[in-house]
C-alpha cells in the first residue's frame, strides 16, 4: 500500500511568487496534517483536518497561507505569495483518526526555497 | 497548547554505548508520546510510543520510559550501531494535537 503521497519534492521560486504543494493521504486516514520543518527543527503544526474539516488551524499565517480538503481525502497548501523566510520543509502526515493508535504517517515532504 | 522541550539537541556516542534523549511536556492531559527518527532527507518514522497509563515500554534496542507526575519521558537505545545515526524526535498528543520537540542529532562513531 501506498505511504502519503507529496508533490512537489522540491520547488525553488522567487519571493512573492505563488506556490502550492500537494498531498494524498493513506487510504482511508481521516485525520491530515501539514507541518513546516525548519533545518534543524521539529515539525509545527500548521493545520490540522479532520475528514474534510479544518479543526486546528491557529498556527497558519492566513494573511499568506491557505489549506483545503475537498471530499476529505486530498490537500493543497498554498502560498501567496512567498517570503524568504518560507523556506523550508512542508511535510504531510495523516492518521486514521478516532479509534486509532495515534500514529502519525508522514510523506517525503516538499522543500521550498525562496529566492 | 502544548509545548514539548527535548534535549540534548546533539548526542555523540561510540558504537556499543548506550544513548539517552529526554523530553518535557507542558499539557497533564497529554496521553500518547510517540519518538520518530528522521535520517537525513528522509521522512520521520515511529520508531517506538508510549501512552499514559504505562510507565515503561521495550522493543529490543530501544525503551521509552514515563513520568506522569514530572511530565517528562525519555528514549534509552542500548548497544548503538553506526545506522542508529539520525535525528530523533519526541512528541506528544492529547487526542490527535500531536506537537513535537527540537530533535536530538544522534551520532553513533563506529
Known amino acids: 500500500e501506498a505511504g502519503v503521497v507529496q508533490s512537489p519534492r522540491y520547488k525553488i521560486i522567487e519571493k512573492k511568487q505563488p506556490v502550492a504543494f500537494w498531498c494524498n493521504p493513506i487510504?482511508?486516514?481521516?485525520?491530515l496534517y501539514w507541518y513546516l520543518q525548519n533545518l534543524g527543527q521539529g515539525p509545527e503544526l500548521l493545520i490540522r483536518?479532520?475528514?474534510?474539516?479544518?479543526?486546528?488551524d491557529s498556527q497558519l499565517p492566513k494573511d499568506r497561507f491557505s489549506a483545503e480538503r475537498l471530499k476529505g481525502v486530498d490537500s493543497t497548501l498554498k502560498i501567496q505569495p512567498a517570503e524568504l523566510g518560507d523556506s523550508a520543509v512542508y511535510l504531510c502526515?495523516?492518521?486514521?483518526?478516532?479509534?486509532?493508535?495515534?500514529?502519525?504517517?508522514f510523506g517525503e515532504g516538499s522543500r521550498l526555497t525562496v529566492l | 497548547g502544548e509545548n514539548v522541550e527535548q534535549h540534548p539537541s546533539t548526542l555523540s556516542v561510540q558504537e556499543g554505548d548506550s544513548a539517552v534523549i529526554k523530553c518535557t511536556y507542558s499539557?497533564?492531559?497529554?496521553?500518547?508520546f510517540p519518538w520518530y527518527k528522521q535520517e537525513l532527507g528522509k521522512r520521520p518514522q515511529l520508531i517506538i510510543d508510549?501512552?499514559?497509563?504505562?510507565g515503561e515500554k521495550k522493543d529490543q534496542r530501544i525503551a521509552v520510559t514515563l513520568n506522569k507526575t514530572a511530565k517528562h519521558f525519555s528514549l534509552h537505545i542500548t548497544e548503538t550501531q553506526p545506522e542508529d545515526s539520525a535525528v530523533y524526535f519526541c512528541?506528544?498528543?492529547?487526542?490527535?494535537?500531536?506537537?513535537f520537540g527540537a530533535g536530538t542529532r544522534l551520532t553513533v562513531k563506529p
Open positions: 487510504s482511508g486516514h481521516n485525520t
Open positions: 483536518y479532520e475528514n474534510e474539516e479544518a479543526v486546528d
Open positions: 499539557d497533564s492531559a497529554s496521553n500518547y
Open positions: 512528541a506528544a498528543s492529547e487526542g490527535y494535537d500531536m506537537r
Open positions: 508510549i501512552r499514559s497509563n504505562v
Open positions: 502526515a495523516s492518521s486514521l483518526g478516532q479509534g486509532s493508535t495515534g500514529e502519525l504517517f
